[in-house]
């Protein structure tokens, strides 16, 4: 690298500025990263080198670009090029970079006719459709979307041993790995996260890459396995109860005055609901009428998360939802657990819409957003 700085100086003299330089990993091989600008006849232009030492050689990798591009999305757009150099014999990601054909997927004789390879570019969302050629009945798939630390489920029914679906890489610009299995039959009927003792492990299909080339995060306004926002009966749920409203916000009121009046919230469930179980039950915990809420939330198109707070004394769950560019709280519960534990009635939270960030904040000190 210094060497290459030393003709750089040679080349631009005064026109050339170095930025910074930084070591990073691209599956298992070493790269050290010089970042610099050069500006030759007032056209600016800017630098990224990677230099990747291997059985004594230095492989060079070389971007730049204009000055009046996104800096952000374009180093991005590097880093998910770099994400797939690779050096024969030295390079080795099974898990991320090859498409793997399971025992399973032979054995049921899957058949996929939609496109699918290992680091195909997609838009937030590509097709998947296949059909099994066995005398063995299959009732449902789960999809698993991954990135890094970030992991969704979706599930998708099988008639006739047919499958049509879309599958969504809601993480943004970058990578999203791809995993497709058999449901247990333990699963299939409820889509729900509870496995029983005796369930068979899952039987893994397929695994692959995608490449996703939009910088949008859709993670918020997807269906998902226990938030089925695309399930027909929670649209047209989620269409009569905004049918006389025009805004999302005047839309986001109304569901959660249907939520609020209409659903009941149980203590303890023994059976885990999905958003489906609730909208046919009118009851469920907490929690599960937060998937149903957030369900019918992304059914009109407003993204919508789930939140789970705790303090010392309770775990408490709400939505939030995204609404005139920012988010915003939506809690049909409220908590009166601090009566029944005989403190302060004062501290009594009501159900609200549009909730105080700072009441909330200080009454949860620990907040997580659940992978819904």
Not at 283 to 311: H, M, V
Request: glycine letters at 2%; charged letters at 25%; zero cysteines.
């Amino acid at each position: 690298m210094d060497i290459y700085k030393e003709h750089l100086i040679m080349e631009y003299k005064e026109e050339v500025i170095f930025s910074k330089s930084e070591q990073k990993i691209y599956n298992y091989l070493t790269s050290n990263v010089l970042y610099f600008t050069t500006n030759v006849n007032d056209i600016i232009t800017k630098h990224v080198i990677h230099f990747i030492s291997a059985d004594d050689q230095v492989h060079i990798v070389a971007f730049k670009y204009p000055n009046n591009i996104s800096e952000k999305f374009i180093l991005q757009v590097f880093e998910n090029i770099m994400q797939t150099f690779y050096i024969d014999g030295l390079s080795f990601d099974k898990s991320s970079e090859h498409y793997l054909e399971f025992q399973a997927a032979r054995n049921y004789h899957l058949k996929v006719s939609s496109k699918a390879y290992s680091n195909m570019t997609v838009n937030d969302i590509f097709p998947l459709e296949g059909y099994f050629n066995s005398d063995e009945k299959i009732d449902s798939l789960t999809i698993t979307v991954s990135r890094g630390d970030e992991q969704l489920e979706f599930s998708v029914p099988v008639e006739n041993n047919s499958f049509m679906t879309n599958i969504y890489t809601p993480f943004g610009l970058g990578k999203h790995d791809i995993k497709i299995a058999i449901t247990p039959k333990e699963e299939k009927i409820t889509f729900d996260n509870s496995v029983p003792i005796d369930a068979p492990n899952e039987q893994l299909l397929l695994q692959y890459s995608v490449v996703n080339l939009s910088k949008y995060d859709i993670q918020y306004t997807i269906p998902t396995k226990m938030v089925q926002s695309n399930d027909r009966d929670i649209e047209s749920m989620s269409k009569l109860l905004t049918r006389k409203f025009h805004t999302d916000y005047s839309k986001a009121k109304a569901i959660y005055d249907f939520i609020l009046e209409d659903i009941e919230v149980l203590e303890i469930n023994e059976i885990n609901f999905s958003a489906r179980e609730v909208y046919e039950q009118y009851q469920g915990t907490q929690k599960e009428i937060a998937l149903y809420l957030t369900a019918l939330l992304r059914a009109q198109d407003i993204p919508a998360r789930i939140i789970e707070g705790s303090n010392a004394y309770v775990t408490h769950h709400w939505v939030e939802a995204y609404l005139n560019n920012e988010w915003i709280i939506v809690d049909p519960f409220g908590d009166s657990v601090l009566i029944e534990l005989e403190l302060d009635t004062m501290m009594v939270l009501p159900p609200g819409f549009n909730a105080s960030k700072t009441t909330y904040k200080n009454r949860y000190p620990e907040k997580i957003i659940l992978e819904h």
